[in-house]
């Protein structure tokens, strides 16, 4: 008789090195590898066709190595639990394998309905940690020695090999068109698949990332100096333990490198391993309080913004013709590569949120939309610490004009995504409506007053945070997810004596 098998589910882990999963259930017995394309997934309002381009991508890369090892991956479109229910009816499950997700409302619903489901037919699910988010945490105390212990174990091999399961297994990944997605044209996208990941932390490590500390606020330098690791950690197709375990051994390496640039490289090389504690400690925050995707994380701030955003200014922000020319080079820029940097990511959700006073679920939807690496646990988290509704983080209003002369001063950025804007001198390319030819260009006049936005903003929040009760419940929120800033020590640096906990400034997760 044919054995039951064990059905490893790939969601958003899509490679076979260091997929604990993967290599625990080839030890269970038959292995049979699955991805569910869930068009319901695909309906939601933060999915987007140029991530499933990469995923698709991703996809056919997992194939191949999986079909190396002995069985390929089987790929399947529908609903999850009515695909296992079927299986399990015609071959039968031993078991089902994967990684913890830490992602959208959706999907939180669905991994509940899977747990139902599995536990009424008798099967065991496992779980194994993907990053450094821990299901069920009781306390931040101790969160980054965790992660550290976590990082720093062995990177697991893939089976070597897979014993081929009898059957027709599909193996057709379908289009975005066949999901139902709207056409998404992003034509500077980078590539999906293990392949380009490894290729990109190598060019980062070796040749591109020697002034990732100096250069990954400025989206003139950000696009070549960041890793541009993201979507392939939101992705799985490399690991966070691998990227981890990476960047530790260059940093060592650089302790005694006697190159001229060495002392830069490792300077940039510390702030970027520093950096992937970050990564996590904002995922932990959606993991342990998965109602921030929809609501206030503190309740003070309910009823502060409308409910319904001002359409005009909507569109304009989403479109890139606020009239405020870094801001739509930064939106444009964003719709062609599917990625800016995240001071610049901050920078549109701040103007969004303070300046046009948009409700941050409607801003935060779109950009989630644009982003390659939209990962919810990160996005939400720094949605509502940009729209200072986290009660804890400081308010940073972004000046618009004042950004674009720190990080572009000649306008070279604003040039590149903004032709419209070629003739504007260079003395008023951030402030084009001051020249004295404003009139001949096919660019719209500022939407608002900038600095009488930003000073209604600030009124109406200070007016909020000096309540009583909202120190109250502010340092209750701080207590649940403000970091220990004792536990997160960059790599190479001792750890500070133990401090309180706090809540992190602008951070820069840049990867």
Not at 54 to 70: I, R, S, T, V
Not at 277 to 285: E, T, V
Not at 439 to 452: E, K, N, R, S
Not at 463 to 492: D, F, L, N, Y
Request: with cysteine; proline share 7%.
């Amino acid at each position: 008789m044919n054995q039951p098998l064990n059905i490893v589910w790939y969601k958003r882990d899509l490679r076979i090195v260091d997929h604990r999963p993967l290599a625990m259930a080839a030890q269970a017995g038959p292995v049979l590898p699955i991805y569910v394309a869930e068009p319901e997934f695909w309906a939601q309002p933060d999915a987007s066709a140029r991530q499933w381009a990469f995923a698709a991508e991703a996809l056919g890369e997992l194939g191949d190595a999986l079909a190396a090892l002995g069985q390929a991956l089987c790929v399947m479109t529908g609903d999850v639990v009515s695909i296992f229910a079927q299986l399990h009816a015609s071959h039968g499950i031993a078991a089902i394998w994967s990684h913890e997700e830490t992602g959208n409302g959706w999907t939180y619903a669905r991994d509940r309905a899977v747990t139902a489901w599995a536990k009424a037919a008798g099967i065991a699910w496992h779980e194994a940690r993907q990053f450094g988010v821990i299901r069920r945490l009781k306390s931040r105390s101790g969160w980054a020695s965790a992660w550290d212990r976590d990082m720093a174990a062995p990177i697991t091999a893939p089976p070597v090999a897979l014993p081929p399961i009898a059957g027709d297994w599909p193996r057709h990944i379908p289009s975005s068109a066949e999901l139902g997605l709207a056409p998404d044209s992003c034509p500077h996208r980078q590539p999906g698949g293990r392949q380009a990941a490894l290729a990109t932390l190598a060019s980062f490590l070796h040749q591109r990332g020697r002034d990732y500390r100096y250069q990954m606020s400025s989206p003139v330098t950000a696009f070549d100096a960041s890793s541009r690791l993201s979507p392939h950690l939101t992705w799985g197709t490399i690991s966070m333990r691998e990227v981890a375990q990476a960047s530790s051994a260059r940093v060592r390496a650089l302790r005694t490198a006697t190159d001229p640039d060495a002392k830069r490289w490792r300077a940039s090389m510390i702030s970027f391993t520093g950096r992937q504690h970050w990564h996590c400690h904002f995922m932990q925050k959606l993991e342990d309080e998965p109602r921030i995707e929809f609501e206030n994380l503190h309740r003070a701030y309910d009823g502060m913004r409308p409910d319904i955003a001002d359409p005009q200014r909507l569109a304009a922000w989403c479109g890139g013709t606020t009239g405020f020319p870094f801001v739509d080079a930064c939106m444009r820029a964003l719709d062609l590569h599917g990625w800016i940097n995240f001071r610049m990511r901050a920078m549109l959700m701040s103007f969004a949120s303070y300046h046009l006073w948009l409700p941050w679920r409607d801003t935060g939807l779109h950009l989630a939309r644009k982003f390659v690496d939209y990962e919810p646990g990160i996005h939400w988290s720094q949605v509502q610490m940009q729209s200072g509704t986290t009660g804890i983080n400081t308010m940073r209003v972004y000046n618009p004009v004042k950004q674009g002369h720190d990080q572009d001063p000649t306008g070279v950025f604003v040039r590149s995504y903004l032709p419209e804007l070629a003739a504007v001198p260079d003395a008023f390319i951030h402030e084009p409506w001051l020249w004295e030819n404003a009139h001949i260009l096919a660019y719209p006049a500022p939407i608002i007053d900038h600095l009488v936005a930003a000073r209604a903003a600030r009124d109406a929040l200070h007016a909020i945070r000096q309540r009583a009760e909202h120190r109250v419940a502010a340092q209750k929120i701080a207590a649940k997810h403000g970091s220990r800033k004792s536990g997160m020590p960059m790599t190479g640096r001792k750890p500070r004596a133990k401090q309180p906990p706090a809540s992190p400034a602008q951070l820069t997760l840049d990867f």
